[in-house]
């Protein structure tokens, strides 16, 4: 009997621990933006007023895996606010957005919610901002909702089928049954551990933002139900892009893609190279030694693109020339991508 009593005592231990820790990440990081309900599940956005006379149609940002809203709202509220419209957004079953339905586990359903929030916000058309794993929620969007669609901005996208898979525990995460074992007894101590080495990875080559993690709360995804739902959307994603991707060359929104040489996550060559050919008239935005957080890396260059994308007249090559030299001077090395083995938003 000593035994399984053992058993049930780590096991009790193991559960208390992840529910206090998710209680103190959400008290650091509580609730920001509102709740609105898109069909019987709620989504939560923060939703900034453009100016009286905007210099930019209104965006719309989509987060990537292991994100929330927090994450673009850091890298372009400050630069954008008073031009335009802005709609940052919790993807379902992220940050504080409520899951929904199955189809919200690819990102067809996810683009469709969007559509919905939009709609009941009041916002007709927009241009989409969609980063990493956003990228193909974006793409998506373009293809189902080409009405509300006024433009694309892909940032260092994940969009089409890749060789190889993603890290096991992603897999272990969106398992049924085991899962729920999973996230609610390993995940979230692990991600604390690992959580400063992470994120920093996710900015290589690149300098992580010094409060990146007290900005972007990336901690949010280590609660379980958080975790697994984003498990699940990279899960998915290979097999949804695989047959999806073909439907790009129905795109005829202006376009532009933002990605540096250097990803560790995704490979550019596959997934950015692979969206300007597949949509007519779109423009690709190589930069050397850029990692996988333009956002955050190449704000200015982010923003001129969506200047483009609304008619401005913006020279984006070079600017991402004048940003590789930037790069070169912190001493940022131009490196191979290793592929998208691991997708952390």
Do not use: C
């Not at 940050?95 to 339905?101: A, D, N, V």
């Not at 139900?225 to 290979?238: G, K, Q, T």
């Not at 990803?263 to 050397?288: N, T």
């Amino acid at each position: 009997m000593i035994f399984p009593i053992a058993v049930l005592a780590v096991l009790a231990a193991a559960f208390g621990f992840t529910a206090w820790q998710a209680g103190a990440i959400e008290r650091r990081f509580p609730r920001h933006g509102d709740l609105t309900d898109v069909g019987g599940y709620k989504l939560n956005s923060l939703h900034i007023k453009g100016p009286e006379h905007p210099s930019l149609p209104p965006i719309v940002f989509i987060h990537g895996a292991s994100g929330n809203l927090r994450d673009q709202e850091t890298a372009f509220r400050k630069s954008l606010e008073g031009r335009a419209e802005l709609l940052f957004v919790d993807r379902p079953g992220h940050g504080y957005s409520e899951r929904g339905g199955p189809e919200n586990d690819v990102p067809e359903g996810q683009a469709a919610a969007i559509a919905r929030l939009m709609e009941l916000k009041g916002i007709d058309r927009t241009i989409i901002v969609g980063h990493s794993l956003g990228g193909a929620i974006a793409a998506s969007f373009a293809v189902f909702h080409p009405e509300k669609t006024a433009g694309l901005l892909f940032l260092a996208p994940a969009t089409h089928p890749w060789p190889g898979g993603v890290d096991w525990y992603y897999n272990v995460a969106a398992t049924p049954y085991l899962g729920w074992w999973f996230t609610h007894l390993l995940s979230l101590p692990a991600g604390m551990m690992m959580m400063d080495g992470a994120t920093k990875a996710v900015f290589s080559p690149n300098q992580r933002r010094d409060r990146y993690v007290d900005e972007g709360a990336p901690a949010l995804v280590l609660r379980p139900e958080n975790f697994r739902n984003n498990a699940i959307d990279v899960a998915n994603l290979n097999a949804y892009v695989a047959r999806i991707a073909p439907r790009y060359r129905e795109i005829r929104t202006p376009t532009v893609i933002v990605t540096g040489d250097s990803d560790p996550i995704v490979l550019e060559e596959i997934h950015s190279q692979g969206l300007a050919r597949d949509i007519a008239g779109s423009e690709l935005v190589m930069i050397h030694g850029l990692g996988h957080k333009p956002d955050y890396v190449v704000t200015d260059v982010a923003v001129a693109a969506l200047e483009k994308l609304s008619g401005i007249d913006r020279d984006l090559q070079s600017m991402a020339r004048a940003a590789e030299a930037r790069l070169t001077q912190s001493g940022v090395p131009s490196r191979p991508a290793v592929g998208l083995s691991v997708e952390k938003g």
